[in-house]
């Protein structure tokens, strides 16, 4: 259903949010003396000058007043009396208005207001008492929610008051276009952090170079508000994150990458020992260790329920039978080799390191290597599908060819697009049924190491070893905010959700970019 935007009819506002779209705010994260992180806008000149009402934050607009709210009157008693002339102009001592709409039935007006959007909906409010109880009506903001974020109304029914849950998600886009977030460092590891993976809405788990997977629990808005007692007796606050398992390692080298299941039950680790390790989450034990390659495993990745895929230093992919895993742990001793622990398909056609990978669907994973290409694998078959390289026109072939290597790759399934970004500092969209290269985003001064993908699949956040983040809006196809100086070095990984960002590297911490810090807000 298409909504209609009344705003140049109630309001005197317009105009867009930023003055130009092509420059990004760059977001500074300064660290304070007192420990604390605050951040600052290094480029306020590239927001919008004008007071645009639709930057303005919903709850002050709901109680701001208006002078240019629309007169919906209408005369009485135009119909039951002869006017002395045509064109006399009645005045409001002597006449009286009357809203039509005030004679409709409720479920009629219900309907009409329905397809107004927002911020139409707030302006009307402030027109009457009448219509003030109308546009407050839980069932209009609850529609209005689920079709706006695109959340199914049986995910949100339990919520009392809607139209504070649908603030509370404005807020949270509103901060995600001005860069407004609250920072904390996690600190735990010795050493660099090379992987994270998310284990639900409110816990992550983090492989490093100390061989160590450390299990970390976000605590939600209303469990923060709750108070802790220490030894001595004091009350304290609780703190946001905490970790709750810490777990060493049957690798021999560093954890370098972890794929978690979609029923939360398994994960899959890689190391530069050369190994693979499936992991019971349950218990944090091992299950089974996958051997097969020659060097140090770069990612490793789920394709539906039947296969694991490894990708390696070594130039290979190999493919390994996903069998169903005793429910509890039996030690690595007591495992033999088995058929579920022998390669499928060793796939080869990469000329340099397979640095990381992505699942497009059930059937195929996507591939990308330090020769600078990607390629499309039938998992099934062990067939090479499509082999993705491009070398603009308007690129040096020499420098083309030192500074061509991928280092990561993220797979749309639903809109058939890959993500690909490398040395060159470029991210590249491509078409997966045609193999083009649709567009190269420049903004980045290093590698691109690292990239995720919102579930909505219209913002794309990457990592580099330029030390900064960049949100990038893919609908518009550039980039809205780059965060400076968050990390000391470089960055190897980071997780995207809805309300959070989350990026690890070389300097042993973990950085939780928070948009919805405060927010009482659906789970991620």
């Not at 709901?62 to 045509?86: C, D, E, H």
């Not at 199914?152 to 886009?173: C, D, E």
């Not at 490793?300 to 005793?326: E, F, I, K």
């Not at 083309?400 to 290597?405: D, K, L, P, R, V």
Request: aromatic share 8%; proline share 3%; glycine share 8%.
């Amino acid at each position: 259903m298409t909504r209609m935007n009344l705003s140049i009819l109630f309001t005197p506002y317009g105009g867009p949010v930023f003055e130009d779209e092509t420059v990004p705010t760059y977001i500074a994260i300064v660290n304070k003396k007192d420990g604390t992180t605050t951040t600052k806008c290094l480029n306020p000149s590239s927001r919008s000058s004008s007071a645009s009402m639709s930057a303005r934050p919903l709850k002050k607009r709901l109680i701001s007043p208006s002078a240019f709210l629309p007169k919906f009157r209408l005369q009485t008693g135009v119909y039951g009396r002869r006017r002395s002339s045509t064109n006399s102009k009645l005045s409001d001592s002597s006449d009286t208005y009357k809203d039509l709409n005030y004679y409709l039935p409720l479920e009629i007006m219900q309907g009409i207001v329905s397809y107004l959007d927002h911020s139409s909906l707030l302006t009307l409010s402030r027109t009457s008492r009448y219509y003030y109880r109308l546009c407050h009506d839980d069932h209009i903001w609850l529609n209005l929610f689920a079709q706006h974020f695109h959340t199914p109304s049986a995910r949100i029914s339990l919520q009392r008051n809607h139209m504070t849950l649908y603030r509370n998600h404005h807020t949270l886009t509103r901060r995600w276009l001005d860069g407004q977030v609250a920072t904390q460092y996690l600190h735990g590891h010795q050493d660099s952090v090379y992987c994270l993976a998310r284990l639900g809405p409110h816990q992550i788990i983090s492989g490093s170079r100390d061989r160590t997977l450390k299990i970390w629990q976000f605590r939600t808005e209303q469990q923060q508000q709750r108070y802790a007692v220490d030894g001595a007796g004091n009350r304290k606050k609780m703190d946001p994150v905490k970790v709750i398992t810490t777990k060493k390692t049957a690798h021999e080298g560093s954890v370098l990458c972890l794929r978690v299941s979609k029923d939360n039950t398994t994960m899959l680790s890689g190391s530069s020992d050369a190994t693979c390790i499936l992991w019971c989450l349950r218990t944090m034990e091992p299950l089974r260790t996958l051997r097969g390659h020659s060097h140090g495993v770069l990612d490793v990745c789920m394709v539906g329920d039947d296969y694991y895929v490894s990708a390696s230093r070594d130039h290979t992919l190999c493919v390994w039978n996903a069998q169903p895993v005793p429910s509890s742990a039996e030690g690595l001793s007591g495992l033999q080799q088995s058929a579920s622990e022998k390669v499928v398909y060793r796939l080869l056609g990469h000329l340099g390191p397979v640095n990381a990978l992505d699942a497009y669907g059930d059937d195929h994973v996507v591939s990308a290597s330090g020769d600078g290409t990607l390629k499309l694998w039938n998992i099934r078959s062990g067939e090479c599908v499509r082999t993705f390289k491009d070398i603009s026109n308007n690129e040096d072939a020499e420098e083309a060819t030192n500074h061509q290597g991928l280092a990561c790759v993220k797979c749309d399934t639903k809109r058939g697009l890959l993500y690909s970004g490398g040395q060159n500092g470029k991210l590249k969209i491509w078409d997966v049924s045609s193999g083009l290269c649709l567009a190269s985003l420049t903004g980045h001064h290093g590698l691109i190491r690292t990239m995720d993908l919102m579930e909505d699949g219209n913002i794309l956040v990457t990592g580099s070893y330029d030390k900064t983040i960049r949100v990038w809006d893919l609908k518009k196809r550039c980039c809205r905010l780059s965060f400076q100086s968050g990390h000391s070095s470089w960055i190897f990984n980071l997780l995207v959700s809805r309300s959070r960002i989350i990026s690890a590297g070389q300097d042993k911490q973990i950085m939780m970019l928070d948009f919805g810090k405060g927010l009482s807000i659906l789970d991620d």
